[in-house]
């Protein structure tokens, strides 16, 4: 399966040195210079030749592109890599692709919905979840309000503040 691990952002300084979004919750691992990536839009595979954190944005070079000007072409790309769903699968690691489409319900089993991404962050994970109602609902991705995601049965597990799912008074989408 494909996963996107990063978005390219904007050069930094003159030597090819690029910002990047982190779309991955090891980038220490999956940035390291000699790691092969592909690109979308295809624009050929990019070997990490460097990599170093710069006030908490990753900063990266590649051995195939190595001016401002080349980078500045590769702004929005995607970098990829190829991930092995069973190989890969730990107890509290999941990718989006593993979550889109899981039923969701409370802890005392009542449908709230159906996982419709989950969006990487810096402080923490969002689930996006499509309730019940059609209404979008961003859930924080911790064990508090997440205890329990079970891949092989396709169901997450919630434990949602009070609020969460319900339509409050007044609410103008009424």
């Known amino acids: 399966m494909e996963y996107v691990v990063a978005r390219i952002g904007r050069p930094h300084g003159v030597k090819g040195e690029v910002t990047v979004e982190v779309r991955t919750d090891d980038p ?9 990536l592909r690109t979308d839009p295809a624009r050929g595979q990019l070997t990490v030749a460097s990599a170093r954190w ?4 990753l900063l990266l070079t590649f051995t195939e ?15 990829l890599v190829d991930v092995d769903d069973e190989a890969e699968e730990t107890d ?9 489409g899981m039923a969701t319900v ?6 709230l919905g159906v996982v419709a991404d ?12 499509t309730g019940t109602d059609g209404r979008e609902v961003l859930v924080p991705f911790v064990r508090a309000i997440v205890p329990t995601v079970d891949v092989r049965r396709r169901k997450v597990v919630l434990n949602p503040p009070g609020g969460l799912f319900v339509e409050l008074p007044g ?3 009424q």
């Not at 710069?54 to 944005?57: A, D, P, R, V």
């Not at 509290?92 to 889109?100: E, G, K, M």
């Not at 409370?106 to 449908?111: A, S």
């Open 118 to 129: 989950l969006l990487t962050g810096n402080a923490q994970d969002v689930l996006v979840v």
């Open 106 to 111: 409370t802890i005392t089993g009542t449908p």
């Open 54 to 57: 710069h006030n908490g944005t």
């Open 65 to 79: 592109v190595t001016d401002r000007t080349a980078v500045e072409g590769l702004r929005d790309t995607l970098l």
């Open 92 to 100: 509290d690691a999941w990718y989006p692709h593993q979550l889109r």
């Open 171 to 173: 609410d103008p989408d």
């Open 28 to 36: 220490d691992e999956r940035f390291v210079p000699g790691a092969v």
